[in-house]
Structure formats: structure tokens, C-alpha cells
């Protein structure tokens, strides 16, 4: 299929969009509607020229935004649209092309991801009514960690909430990991051995990924578990909930609305959610943002060396992510808490390595490498498009 491929995130309110081509070089459309459904809705984007536009789209649904992305795809007809769904529960271990049996797939897992699968079903059936004839393709956040072994992905409880109700630890970032430990097995000579990912956005996960199969991850049920994120707390005490009810008062949803929204770098700085802001107040002594950097490095170090269990050898680590591919202080700092891993990183290519830079950070070609890689989830999402619409003809 030589025709580009449209890749949707379709939030409540928002849509994002990206018409990727299949040579990697041609230039890429991307773009935002957002604030759907409101009299401030509107669509920004880029256009092949790299110029920016904003469009008011006052009052526009799901299915006008669209309309109005189409007009902004300069006559270039995508071949299939690649959709990013955030939950396949256990019914995905790879993308699907689009069916009512996918769709009820989706639709049976909304439990699991109550905020982002019935927004990601709304957005299908918009792209369906306005591209009626082209294959869309969903791509799963959670179908690479398929392939976890039951001893990682079991919570310890009884086994009846596993079978009966599917709770079990599913992971999420998948294309984004699948994404960067593939191109670090093209790029290193050590090929697809065995590499610890660290995810580091606004969300944050790791992984342990061996022979491009994900054996581990840090996020389980949702995607609050595990690393201390820009609002997300991570992992708490699980007996947490109970002590903030009795204690507290707190409703569940007041203590989810915390857990989420309140808590990480946001909750332990006092100040933001922002890592750049973070890093700029900590030099500039603020004893919150300090603690934050210190805490969100301990955590991201403490995950990677519970993850290293997974595999047989460890063959690098990736770091990705707008902070991973950003911050050489939070690499630096993460790594300085690992000194019996042997990783060693050259500190003038480590500062370098930012704004969209690949590479390997390592001073050293003894012990495990050091890579940044800036992730490309759209490219990974309509990359699985194209494969999967291929197959299918
Ligand atoms: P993402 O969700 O992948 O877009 O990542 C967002 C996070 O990346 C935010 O916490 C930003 O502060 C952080 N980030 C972006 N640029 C930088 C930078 N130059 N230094 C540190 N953090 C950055």
C-alpha cells in the first residue's frame, strides 16, 4: 500500500491527527482539534511547508472536525486510517483491522479504560461515516505487552478478579517501547537482545524487552502503577485508599482524582508538572522541585533494576520520551543510581543528545550501551496499518 496512512488519537473532546507517508522522508501533516463539542473548538495543525494554521470549528463534533482535517490533507488521500486505542485488554496481541466483532472487543474492555475506550469507539464510528471506504486498523497501547508471562503480569489476589473480571497487569506506552527497542536493535550492533526502555513523558513507564517481546513493564490495570509521573502519583501502599477513607472522609473519587491529577512531580514540587520548570526551580534551590528530581530519578532506577529480573542479559538501556529525549540531568541521575549495572555515559555527548537527537550516550563499548531515542508512536501506529491492511488483502 503505497497511499499514506491517517493516524487518529481521538480523545472526549479532542482529536489528533497525522497523515504519514510511506517514505519515511516525505513530509508529515500533523495537527489538533481540540476542545470539541464547545463554542471554543478549533483545529491547529501544520501543513507540509511547516507552516502552523488555527481554524475556529466553533460548536464542531468528532465528525466536523474531521471534515475539516480532510480539507487540510492538501489533496493527499490516505490509503487506511490507523486509530490508537488505549485498552485491548487480553483480546489484542497485535493491531486489528476494523469489524463490529473489534469494535465489541473495544467495546467489552471500556470497563478497563473507562476515560479513553469509549472516546477512542466515538471516534471510529466518526472516521467510519466520514471515510466510509477506507480499512481502519486499531492499534493497541497495551497489545505488546501481550506477550507478558503470567508471573509478571498476576497480581497476587484471588484468582476469581483475574478470570472473572480480567484484572491483571496489561502495561501501556506499547508503541512507544515496541517502537524505540526495535530501532535500537537496528542501530546497535548487539541487535534485539535484551533492553530496559524508559518511557518519560507526561506519562511514564519502563520496560524489559527481549528479542522484541516485552517480558515486563512498569504500568499494570491502568496506567497508574509504577513511576512517578508529571501528575500521577505511581505506586502507592495499596492499603492507601482504605487509610484516606477512614481517616480522611475521602470519596474514591476524590482519592483517584488525587492519585491522578494531583500527585506526582505536581504533588512533591508543590509547583508543576513540568519537568523543565522542575529542573530550573531545583537549581535554583527550591528544596520541593529537588525533592521531586530526587524522587522521579529513585523511582525510574528502582524500576529499571526490578525490571533487569526479566531478562538474561542486558544488552542497553533506551531512554525516550519528551523528558528521556530531553533531560541529559534526568539521565545522568537515573543512571548514577545504577553503578552496579556498569552503565557509563560520556557526559559532553549526553548533554548534546536533545531536541530530537538518536544516539548512544555510552563513553565506553564495554558493559550495557546508553541510548536516546525520540520516539515516533505515530510512525509505529501506521507502520502496523499498513501491515495489517496488507495481510489482510
Ligand atoms: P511528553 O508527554 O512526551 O510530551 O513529555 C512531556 C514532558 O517532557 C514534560 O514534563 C516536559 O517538561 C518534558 N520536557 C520537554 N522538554 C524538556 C527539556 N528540554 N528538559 C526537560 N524536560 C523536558
Redesign the pocket.
Known amino acids: 500500500m503505497n497511499a499514506p496512512v491517517l493516524v487518529i488519537n481521538c480523545g472526549s473532546s479532542s482529536i489528533k491527527y497525522a497523515l504519514i507517508d510511506s517514505d519515511p522522508q516525505a513530509a508529515r501533516l500533523s495537527g489538533l482539534a481540540e476542545r470539541l463539542g464547545s463554542s471554543e473548538a478549533r483545529l491547529k495543525g501544520k501543513n507540509s511547508d511547516g507552516e502552523s494554521f488555527t481554524q475556529p470549528l466553533p460548536n464542531a463534533g468528532h465528525a466536523e472536525a474531521l471534515n475539516a482535517i480532510l480539507e487540510h490533507l492538501e489533496g493527499r488521500i490516505p490509503g487506511a486510517v490507523g486509530h490508537r486505542i488505549v485498552h485491548g485488554g487480553e483480546h489484542f496481541t497485535q493491531a486489528a483491522l476494523i469489524d463490529e466483532n473489534v469494535m465489541a472487543a473495544i467495546h467489552s474492555t471500556a470497563a478497563l479504560a473507562p476515560l479513553h475506550n469509549p472516546a477512542n469507539l466515538a471516534g471510529i464510528s466518526a472516521t467510519q461515516r466520514v471515510f466510509p471506504d477506507l480499512p481502519q486498523v486499531a492499534v493497541f497501547d497495551t497489545a505488546f505487552h501481550q506477550t507478558l508471562p503470567p508471573r509478571a503480569y498476576r497480581y497476587a489476589l484471588p484468582e476469581v478478579l483475574y478470570t472473572e473480571h480480567g484484572i491483571r497487569r496489561y502495561g501501556f506506552h506499547g508503541t512507544s517501547h515496541a517502537y524505540v527497542s526495535q530501532r535500537a536493535g537496528e542501530l546497535s550492533l548487539r541487535g534485539a537482545g535484551g533492553w530496559l526502555t524508559a518511557h518519560l513523558?507526561?506519562?511514564c513507564s519502563t520496560s524489559a524487552i527481549w528479542n522484541n517481546q516485552s517480558l515486563d513493564t512498569s504500568m499494570g490495570l491502568t496506567p497508574l502503577e509504577g513511576l512517578v509521573m508529571?501528575t500521577r502519583s505511581g505506586d502507592v501502599d495499596p492499603g492507601l485508599h482504605a487509610h484516606l477513607h477512614r481517616q480522611l472522609g475521602w470519596s474514591l473519587d476524590e482519592i483517584d482524582n488525587v492519585l491522578n491529577k494531583q500527585s506526582g512531580?505536581l504533588g512533591l514540587s508543590g509547583l508543576t508538572?513540568?519537568?523543565?520548570?522542575v529542573?530550573e526551580q531545583a537549581s535554583a534551590g527550591h528544596a520541593g522541585a529537588q525533592l521531586a528530581l530526587e524522587v522521579f530519578c529513585y523511582r525510574i532506577a528502582k524500576s529499571l533494576a526490578a525490571l533487569s529480573c526479566a531478562l538474561p542479559t542486558i544488552d542497553g538501556v533506551i531512554f525516550t520520551?519528551?523528558?528521556g529525549e530531553?533531560?541529559p540531568i534526568?539521565r545522568r541521575d537515573v543512571l548514577a543510581l545504577m553503578p552496579h549495572f556498569g552503565f557509563n555515559i560520556d557526559q559532553t555527548t549526553n548533554e548534546a543528545m536533545?531536541r530530537g537527537k538518536e544516539g548512544n550516550i555510552s563513553s565506553t563499548d564495554n558493559g550495557p550501551e546508553v541510548w536516546v531515542i525520540p520516539t515516533d508512536e505515530e510512525g509505529r501506529i501506521a507502520m502496523e496499518t499498513r501491515h495489517c491492511v496488507e495481510s489482510a488483502q
Not at 508538572?273 to 520548570?277: A, G, Y
Open positions: 513523558g507526561n506519562g508529571g512531580l508538572n513540568d519537568m523543565r520548570e529542573e520520551g519528551g523528558i530531553n533531560s534526568v536533545v
